[in-house]
């Protein structure tokens, strides 16, 4: 079983969270033979009754593993682009955050056009923002855009497979209100003067699935303790518990 969750979780992580949370649930609740059961044979891969709730709790635990390795995969993608730059103060000054959403709304590409944010934005603390749009014109194309010393870059084309559902990733510019980012700062550096060991906070970032959005990052290391934490849509806390 335990192998099972290992294979798993790899394939989470290079197909994405919404795929591979399927195939943990496909791997625990395989499909029912039918006709073996007409006829009184034991049917292969059923599940009993009363190892359901170790099954949740196991699908649980390959979920939230899950969660911990793209966490580290993005700390450390983040850490190595901030080294290029400095620190700001950019993540809880209001000013700054609305200036960039207003430029943002004001690039000529999108002059009287809804503008879509694809699968995640990411926020430095360095003053930059890294973000997905989708194409002004072309709905099946997705460009890259990076806000660096208090502009926006010309877009940069993503690469789209075929299986990725780009509708599902989408949410309007109208739902994030950059503001919010500074709200979720100082709820996150709150949380991590009280835990010992707890490293500065440097980066948020927002992840998009199902059209609804998640704050990141979903947990606090100490040098004794891990937490986790939950953030409602508008940056204000939701949950904060030790794990």
Not at 54 to 66: D, F, G, P, S, Y
Not at 75 to 96: A, I, P, R, V
Not at 203 to 217: A, G, Q, V
Request: a neutral charge; hydrophobic letters at 30%.
């Amino acid at each position: 079983m335990k192998k099972s969750i290992i294979i798993i979780i790899s394939s989470m992580v290079l197909a994405g969270c919404e795929k591979g949370s399927q195939s943990i649930k496909d791997t625990f609740d395989p499909k029912v033979d039918t006709t073996a059961q007409l006829k009184n044979e034991k049917v292969p891969g059923t599940v009993p009754d009363h190892y359901s709730a170790t099954v949740e709790r196991q699908i649980e635990e390959a979920q939230h593993l899950v969660t911990t390795v793209i966490e580290k995969h993005t700390k450390t993608h983040s850490d190595t682009y901030k080294e290029e730059g400095k620190n700001t103060d950019f993540l809880t000054n209001e000013e700054k955050l609305k200036r960039a959403e207003e430029d943002l709304r004001k690039l000529p590409q999108y002059a009287g056009k809804q503008i879509y944010i694809y699968s995640v934005i990411h926020f430095y603390d360095d003053g930059s923002i890294r973000a997905m749009l989708q194409h002004p014109t072309n709905p099946e194309y997705i460009d890259n855009y990076e806000y660096k010393d208090e502009k926006w870059s010309e877009p940069r084309p993503e690469q789209i497979s075929v299986r990725d559902d780009i509708q599902s990733r989408l949410i309007s510019l109208e739902k994030i209100n950059f503001v919010n980012v500074a709200k979720a700062a100082q709820v996150y550096s709150e949380k991590i003067t009280r835990i010992e060991g707890a490293k500065p906070l440097t980066s948020i970032y927002i992840s998009i699935s199902n059209r609804n959005l998640r704050w990141f990052p979903g947990s606090i290391n100490g040098s004794r303790e891990r937490y986790s934490i939950e953030l409602n849509q508008n940056g204000t806390l939701k949950k904060f518990e030790r794990e």
